[in-house]
Protein backbone atom coordinates (compact mmCIF):
# COMPACT_ATOMS: atom_id res chain seq x y z
CA UNK A 1 0.00 0.00 0.00
CA UNK A 2 0.67 3.77 0.10
CA UNK A 3 1.47 5.39 2.95
CA UNK A 4 2.83 8.75 4.04
CA UNK A 5 3.35 9.35 7.65
CA UNK A 6 4.24 13.27 9.23
CA UNK A 7 3.57 14.21 12.43
CA UNK A 8 -0.10 15.39 13.58
CA UNK A 9 1.02 17.95 15.46
CA UNK A 10 3.71 20.40 16.69
CA UNK A 11 4.48 23.31 18.66
CA UNK A 12 6.97 26.13 18.29
CA UNK A 13 8.14 29.33 19.64
CA UNK A 14 8.08 32.93 17.41
CA UNK A 15 11.17 33.56 16.11
CA UNK A 16 12.82 29.42 16.19
CA UNK A 17 13.31 27.37 13.76
CA UNK A 18 10.96 24.14 13.56
CA UNK A 19 11.76 20.70 11.36
CA UNK A 20 8.54 19.22 9.95
CA UNK A 21 9.28 15.59 8.72
CA UNK A 22 7.62 13.19 6.58
CA UNK A 23 8.42 9.83 5.36
CA UNK A 24 6.43 7.84 2.74
CA UNK A 25 6.34 4.51 1.26
CA UNK A 26 4.54 4.60 -2.54
CA UNK A 27 4.48 2.71 -5.76
CA UNK A 28 7.22 5.42 -7.68
CA UNK A 29 8.31 8.52 -7.05
CA UNK A 30 8.13 11.77 -9.12
CA UNK A 31 8.42 14.47 -7.00
CA UNK A 32 7.30 15.52 -3.36
CA UNK A 33 5.35 18.71 -2.17
CA UNK A 34 5.08 20.88 0.80
CA UNK A 35 1.71 22.67 1.06
CA UNK A 36 0.50 25.05 3.44
CA UNK A 37 -3.06 25.11 4.95
CA UNK A 38 -4.58 27.63 7.01
CA UNK A 39 -7.59 26.66 9.04
CA UNK A 40 -10.90 27.35 6.71
CA UNK A 41 -8.71 28.01 3.53
CA UNK A 42 -7.31 25.62 0.89
CA UNK A 43 -4.09 24.51 0.37
CA UNK A 44 -1.12 26.83 -1.12
CA UNK A 45 1.91 25.53 -2.82
CA UNK A 46 5.42 25.75 -1.05
CA UNK A 47 7.41 23.66 -2.32
CA UNK A 48 8.77 20.84 -4.67
CA UNK A 49 11.81 18.00 -4.49
CA UNK A 50 12.62 15.63 -7.24
CA UNK A 51 16.18 15.42 -6.70
CA UNK A 52 18.13 14.61 -3.54
CA UNK A 53 19.23 17.48 -1.76
CA UNK A 54 17.95 21.20 -0.29
CA UNK A 55 15.66 23.57 -1.85
CA UNK A 56 15.51 27.50 0.20
CA UNK A 57 13.02 29.78 -0.35
CA UNK A 58 13.29 32.64 1.83
CA UNK A 59 12.23 31.55 5.52
CA UNK A 60 11.47 27.43 4.03
CA UNK A 61 13.57 24.73 3.36
CA UNK A 62 12.79 21.73 2.11
CA UNK A 63 15.09 18.14 2.08
CA UNK A 64 14.39 15.40 0.25
CA UNK A 65 16.60 11.73 0.29
CA UNK A 66 14.76 9.36 -2.19
CA UNK A 67 17.23 6.77 -0.91
CA UNK A 68 14.98 6.94 2.88
CA UNK A 69 11.88 7.67 1.42
CA UNK A 70 12.26 11.10 3.61
CA UNK A 71 11.61 14.67 3.59
CA UNK A 72 11.06 17.81 6.21
CA UNK A 73 10.13 21.13 5.42
CA UNK A 74 12.61 23.61 7.70
CA UNK A 75 10.57 27.27 8.73
CA UNK A 76 12.98 29.82 10.08
CA UNK A 77 12.30 33.00 11.48
CA UNK A 78 8.84 31.73 12.68
CA UNK A 79 6.10 34.12 12.61
CA UNK A 80 2.58 33.82 14.18
CA UNK A 81 0.90 33.45 10.89
CA UNK A 82 3.01 30.23 9.55
CA UNK A 83 0.18 28.99 12.34
CA UNK A 84 -1.23 26.32 9.68
CA UNK A 85 -0.98 22.85 8.84
CA UNK A 86 1.82 21.62 6.21
CA UNK A 87 0.84 18.84 3.82
CA UNK A 88 3.33 16.56 2.21
CA UNK A 89 2.22 14.72 -0.57
CA UNK A 90 4.41 12.18 -3.19
CA UNK A 91 3.66 11.74 -6.70
CA UNK A 92 3.69 8.43 -7.58
CA UNK A 93 4.17 6.24 -10.53
CA UNK A 94 0.62 7.19 -12.05
CA UNK A 95 1.73 10.84 -11.55
CA UNK A 96 -1.39 11.63 -9.17
CA UNK A 97 -0.71 13.03 -5.36
CA UNK A 98 -0.60 10.56 -2.72
CA UNK A 99 -1.28 13.22 0.42
CA UNK A 100 -0.03 12.77 4.35
CA UNK A 101 -3.03 13.68 6.65
CA UNK A 102 -0.92 16.89 7.47
CA UNK A 103 0.80 18.39 10.35
CA UNK A 104 -0.90 20.78 12.16
CA UNK A 105 1.51 23.53 13.52
CA UNK A 106 0.97 25.33 16.56
CA UNK A 107 3.21 29.21 17.28
CA UNK A 108 3.23 30.27 20.10
CA UNK A 109 4.68 34.20 21.56
CA UNK B 1 -12.17 35.41 -12.26
CA UNK B 2 -8.92 35.24 -11.41
CA UNK B 3 -7.42 31.55 -10.47
CA UNK B 4 -10.01 28.50 -9.69
CA UNK B 5 -13.46 29.31 -8.12
CA UNK B 6 -16.00 26.91 -6.48
CA UNK B 7 -19.39 27.26 -6.17
CA UNK B 8 -21.47 26.43 -3.61
CA UNK B 9 -19.14 27.87 -0.95
CA UNK B 10 -21.70 25.89 1.74
CA UNK B 11 -24.23 23.02 1.34
CA UNK B 12 -26.68 21.07 3.78
CA UNK B 13 -28.12 18.45 1.92
CA UNK B 14 -30.96 15.58 2.42
CA UNK B 15 -29.46 12.27 2.38
CA UNK B 16 -30.86 10.68 -1.08
CA UNK B 17 -30.28 14.03 -3.01
CA UNK B 18 -28.86 15.08 -6.09
CA UNK B 19 -26.09 17.54 -5.73
CA UNK B 20 -23.57 18.60 -8.08
CA UNK B 21 -19.91 20.88 -6.69
CA UNK B 22 -19.09 23.50 -9.42
CA UNK B 23 -15.47 24.15 -10.75
CA UNK B 24 -14.46 26.88 -13.16
CA UNK B 25 -10.56 27.61 -13.58
CA UNK B 26 -9.55 30.51 -15.86
CA UNK B 27 -5.92 29.81 -16.24
CA UNK B 28 -6.36 27.26 -19.13
CA UNK B 29 -4.87 24.65 -17.22
CA UNK B 30 -4.95 20.55 -18.92
CA UNK B 31 -5.45 18.79 -15.87
CA UNK B 32 -8.21 19.20 -12.93
CA UNK B 33 -9.04 17.06 -9.85
CA UNK B 34 -11.17 16.70 -7.19
CA UNK B 35 -10.62 15.85 -3.52
CA UNK B 36 -12.31 15.33 -0.25
CA UNK B 37 -10.83 16.21 3.36
CA UNK B 38 -11.70 14.74 6.11
CA UNK B 39 -9.99 15.56 9.52
CA UNK B 40 -7.43 13.49 10.78
CA UNK B 41 -7.12 12.22 6.88
CA UNK B 42 -5.37 13.74 3.93
CA UNK B 43 -6.59 14.85 0.98
CA UNK B 44 -8.26 11.98 -0.70
CA UNK B 45 -8.82 12.00 -4.82
CA UNK B 46 -12.02 11.40 -6.23
CA UNK B 47 -11.72 11.84 -9.72
CA UNK B 48 -9.90 13.64 -12.15
CA UNK B 49 -9.06 15.37 -15.61
CA UNK B 50 -5.58 15.13 -17.74
CA UNK B 51 -7.42 16.46 -20.68
CA UNK B 52 -10.70 18.11 -21.72
CA UNK B 53 -12.60 15.29 -22.46
CA UNK B 54 -10.92 12.46 -20.93
CA UNK B 55 -12.17 12.01 -16.56
CA UNK B 56 -10.05 8.94 -14.29
CA UNK B 57 -11.09 7.43 -11.48
CA UNK B 58 -8.93 8.43 -7.92
CA UNK B 59 -8.86 7.07 -4.55
CA UNK B 60 -12.66 7.11 -3.66
CA UNK B 61 -14.94 7.32 -6.89
CA UNK B 62 -17.44 5.73 -5.45
CA UNK B 63 -21.08 7.38 -5.24
CA UNK B 64 -19.36 10.52 -7.30
CA UNK B 65 -19.44 11.33 -11.13
CA UNK B 66 -17.89 13.84 -13.34
CA UNK B 67 -17.43 15.08 -16.77
CA UNK B 68 -14.70 17.72 -18.69
CA UNK B 69 -16.89 19.00 -21.96
CA UNK B 70 -14.25 22.11 -21.27
CA UNK B 71 -11.00 22.71 -20.38
CA UNK B 72 -12.77 25.80 -17.80
CA UNK B 73 -15.12 23.46 -15.92
CA UNK B 74 -15.28 20.52 -14.01
CA UNK B 75 -18.07 19.37 -11.94
CA UNK B 76 -18.72 17.00 -9.78
CA UNK B 77 -22.46 15.51 -8.99
CA UNK B 78 -23.20 13.11 -6.36
CA UNK B 79 -26.25 11.13 -7.54
CA UNK B 80 -28.11 10.01 -4.09
CA UNK B 81 -25.92 11.57 -1.69
CA UNK B 82 -25.44 9.44 1.51
CA UNK B 83 -24.29 11.04 5.48
CA UNK B 84 -20.85 9.72 4.83
CA UNK B 85 -20.44 11.92 1.98
CA UNK B 86 -20.28 15.07 4.41
CA UNK B 87 -16.87 16.58 3.63
CA UNK B 88 -14.69 19.49 2.36
CA UNK B 89 -14.41 19.37 -1.48
CA UNK B 90 -11.50 21.19 -3.18
CA UNK B 91 -11.09 21.41 -7.07
CA UNK B 92 -7.75 22.25 -8.43
CA UNK B 93 -6.09 22.28 -11.61
CA UNK B 94 -2.41 22.29 -12.64
CA UNK B 95 -0.88 22.82 -16.25
CA UNK B 96 1.16 19.88 -17.85
CA UNK B 97 4.26 22.48 -18.05
CA UNK B 98 4.23 23.23 -13.77
CA UNK B 99 4.48 20.98 -11.00
CA UNK B 100 2.28 22.34 -8.65
CA UNK B 101 -1.81 21.85 -7.92
CA UNK B 102 -3.71 25.07 -7.37
CA UNK B 103 -6.69 24.50 -5.23
CA UNK B 104 -10.50 26.48 -5.72
CA UNK B 105 -11.71 27.61 -1.70
CA UNK B 106 -13.53 24.62 -1.31
CA UNK B 107 -17.33 23.74 -0.96
CA UNK B 108 -18.36 22.32 2.66
CA UNK B 109 -21.04 19.94 2.63
CA UNK B 110 -23.36 18.00 5.28
CA UNK B 111 -25.37 15.28 4.51
CA UNK B 112 -28.09 14.61 6.87
Redesign the interface.
Known sequence: GQN?DQPTEMTATEGAIVQINCTYQTSGFN?L?WYQQHAG?????LS?NVLDGLEEKGRFSSFLSRSKGYSYLLLKELQMKDSASY?C?VRDSNY???????TKLIIKP | IAGITQAPTSQILAAGRRMTLRCTQDMRHNAMYWYRQDL??????IH?SNTAGTTGK?EVPDGYSVSRANTDDFPLTLASAVPSQTSVY?CASSDRSY????????TRLTVL
Do not use: H, S, V
Open positions: IGFEAPTFYLAQLIWGAG | GLGLRLYGFNEQFFGPG
